[in-house]
């Protein structure tokens, strides 16, 4: 079996839990736009871009440490699980009692009124639990447990779609008479109206627990140590990782922040600054089809980039790897952003928040080059280097709120989708700039961006051309996408690519 194929077939397990699994929870979309008008989503939207930037705080970097120390030749693989899981055990238990303690404080930033704390103090036990939950998963992924990774994700995101549906979907509804009436003074007692969209929280709440009793064997196996002196090494690697995170996490979360502080009122007639956010919000669920992709294949890859860092023909490997992501990824992107009409109709169930869809297309370009960043980045990882990441993430911090501001007081939430994208690619740009100064690789750039380029000319055609919502529309837009695989298949011939 080639290394590509090996790491397709990694790729493929790890996708039952993070695009199978993450494509079922972002079903849950249309469940919340259907019940939940874009005010009250934009609350969930705005709360869990503040859950983005605290995960990176709570991990601040060991899961890709533990990576690289794991892989050094002489490492004691039980004592680096130990000490870096104690660590994170009494630094995620500091923290969730910090951020409960700073709940009112956090609800005034979204100004929200008081009577909220309560999704504060929840969202701090959640990020607890993640933290605690990321080495021992860190560990299945080095030790290619890949099935038993999935299997224990995916119960997570069953569980916290099971609830969510209970709680905002059947518990409402038998309550209101329309079926097993029977029930309603149990589901009385069970369910609480007033606690509203705090549901959502309350759902993942309990998966999050739920996944540390799946874990119990890697719990069990930690012998606590606390001697700071071998963590030091550990936490320098760490702390530029921590830093380029929070980075990251500026660009990818900080719009749904920026967009109602700095939205001009009135800019969308009969809606207030909250429900844009949630038009946005919930209008990025689809564009994050893009980021689930992502997420897949970063579980596979990362463990493989630091085994294949050793092979004489890695930076092939590393090329060839690029070459098939970036493709796939832009198929992707013109199948969804082609028929985003028909996409729509699955996610977003109130037509308050169909005119936001405009944004799909650009975010999810941006996503794209997300992705090949995240290539590209295996540079300085694999030379300790990680420090340039911290400045590639900062440079697209600083464009993403220059760009923000300039932009959403013309543009609304369409200006945060262009500073996305216009970050995103300046990154990926910068990333590949220094890598062939510090890790020459023999990457296609041309090849990848002619075809990047044809693949927005196909969705320019089918977003000009007035054919949308017509069965001779949805018909031209299937041949469109179907054209564009077809010419990939016909110029680049997978089958030699992957070395049968």
């Known amino acids: 079996m080639s290394i590509a194929k090996k790491l397709a077939g990694q790729t493929a397990v790890y996708g039952v839990s993070s695009i199978v699994g993450r494509v079922l929870n972002t079903l849950l979309v249309p469940v919340y736009t259907a019940r939940f008008v874009a005010a009250q989503y934009g609350i969930v939207t705005g709360l869990f871009a503040y859950v983005s930037f605290l995960n990176v705080v709570f991990t601040y970097g060991m899961e890709t440490t533990f990576f690289r120390f794991a892989n050094r030749p002489g490492t004691d693989r039980q004592e680096l699980y130990d000490r870096v899981m104690t660590l994170l055990l009494l630094t995620s238990a500091v923290f969730t009692v910090g951020l409960a303690l700073l709940a009112r404080p956090l ?23 993640d933290a605690v939950a990321a080495i021992p998963f860190a560990r299945l992924r080095l030790e290619n447990k890949a099935k038993k990774f999935a299997a224990i994700r995916l119960a997570n995101i069953l569980l916290n779609i099971g609830l969510n549906l209970f709680f905002i979907v059947f518990c409402p509804d038998v309550l209101a008479g329309k079926y097993l009436t029977a029930l309603q003074p149990l589901v009385a007692r069970l369910y609480d109206p007033t606690v509203g969209v705090g549901y959502v929280f309350i759902s993942n709440l309990a998966a999050s627990a739920f996944t540390l009793v799946l874990l119990y064997r890697e719990l069990l196996d930690i012998r606590p140590r606390l001697n700071l002196e071998p963590l030091r090494p550990l936490l320098r690697y760490a702390y530029p990782i921590m830093l380029m995170g929070l980075a990251g996490m500026v660009n990818e979360t900080l719009d749904r922040i920026l967009l109602p502080k700095w939205l001009p009122e009135g800019f969308y007639p009969g809606q207030d600054s909250l429900a844009a956010v949630g038009i946005y919000g919930a209008c990025y669920k689809i564009a994050v089809l893009m980021s689930l992709v992502i997420q897949a294949f970063k579980y596979a890859a990362e463990p493989f980039f630091f085994a294949q860092s050793t092979e004489k023909n890695s930076p092939r490997t590393f090329a060839l790897v690029l070459k098939w992501f970036t493709l796939c990824c832009a198929v992707l992107f013109v199948a969804v952003s082609v028929n985003v009409d028909l996409v729509a109709r699955v996610f977003l169930r109130s037509p308050e928040y169909l005119q936001g869809l405009s944004v799909v297309p650009v975010l999810l370009l941006a996503n794209l080059f997300l992705g090949v960043y995240w290539n590209l980045s295996v540079w300085f990882k694999l030379t300790d280097k990680t420090y340039y990441g911290t400045y590639i993430g900062f ?16 543009l609304g939430y369409m200006g945060s989708a262009i500073a996305t994208l216009a970050c995103y690619f300046m990154m990926a740009a910068l990333c590949w700039w220094l890598g062939e100064r510090h890790f020459p690789v023999p990457y296609p750039v041309v090849r990848l ?34 054209a564009f695989i077809g010419l990939i298949v016909l110029i680049e011939k997978p089958q030699r690519a992957l070395g049968r």
């Open 107 to 129: 609800m005034s930033l979204l100004s929200l009124p008081p009577g909220h704390e309560r999704y504060a103090i929840w969202i701090a036990c959640i990020l607890g639990l």
């Open 395 to 410: 440079a697209g911090a600083v464009l993403t709120i220059v760009l923000n501001f300039l932009l959403i007081p013309v």
């Open 449 to 482: 961006l002619t075809w990047l380029l044809v693949a927005c000319g196909v969705v320019a055609v089918s977003w000009w051309l007035p054919l949308s919502g017509t069965w001779s529309g949805h018909a031209f837009h299937a041949l469109l996408t179907l």
